[in-house]
């Protein structure tokens, strides 16, 4: 292993993609560290940082045999980077949501601060979202927090798009009176 250590990233890439875990091993204890710290410049949260780059090296061990670059570091950086921004817009799009979902509901923002956190709204959706039909959850959560077209919902999941848009309208209707309940005019 120590061999594999001080081995240039060609020679690692090389041995990854024959299936070397001993390579993998060593490129991970070589970046890992660097690449959340470079994660960490786009998302404050260290354990998302985390999550995203081992959700990166998991990747990188799967597709193992197609990765075909010039520079490991610059790759590793680039979709560390691209993760990243994924997540922030993955967590815009939630917010958005939200922020609209309470304002349906007649809640408005400036009552929010006053009664609960960003993470207590987050948990209280996503606990109401367990308690639902895990297809209608599975359609609600591609179309409003993925941003994924009811078309193309429906051809994912080999329904039609009006059983898509019924699905969501339920869990939407679901939710707005779930929240009505912890939130009172």
């Known amino acids: ?13 090389k041995r990854l993609r024959e299936g070397d875990s001993r390579a993998f091993t060593a490129i991970f204890s070589k ?8 994660c960490n410049s786009f998302v404050s949260d260290r354990t998302e940082c985390e999550d995203i780059v081992m959700n990166l090296f998991v990747k990188i061990w799967e597709q193992r045999e197609s ?3 010039k520079s490991l570091k610059s790759f590793l950086l680039s979709c560390v980077r691209h ?3 994924d997540a922030i817009k993955h967590r815009k799009i939630k917010e958005t949501y939200a ?4 304002d349906s509901a007649g809640i408005k ?5 006053n009664y609960i956190l960003y993470d207590e709204l987050e948990k209280l959706i ?4 367990d308690s639902l039909d895990a297809k209608s959850v599975a359609a609600f ?6 941003g994924i077209k009811y078309d193309d919902i429906a051809q994912q999941m080999n329904v039609s798009r009006r059983t898509i848009e019924v699905r969501v309208t339920n869990v939407v209707r679901q939710l707005r009176e779930i929240l009505k309940k912890h939130f009172p005019k």
């Open 67 to 69: 990765i075909d670059v």
């Open 1 to 13: 292993m120590n061999e594999l250590n001080s081995s240039s990233d060609e020679f690692l890439l």
């Open 126 to 129: 996503n606990d109401a979202l």
């Open 31 to 38: 970046y890992y560290r660097s690449l959340v710290l470079y």
């Open 99 to 102: 922020a609209a979902l309470l």
């Open 109 to 113: 923002s400036a009552a929010l601060d």
């Open 141 to 146: 959560k591609m179309s409003r927090w993925e």
């Open 83 to 85: 993760d990243c921004l």
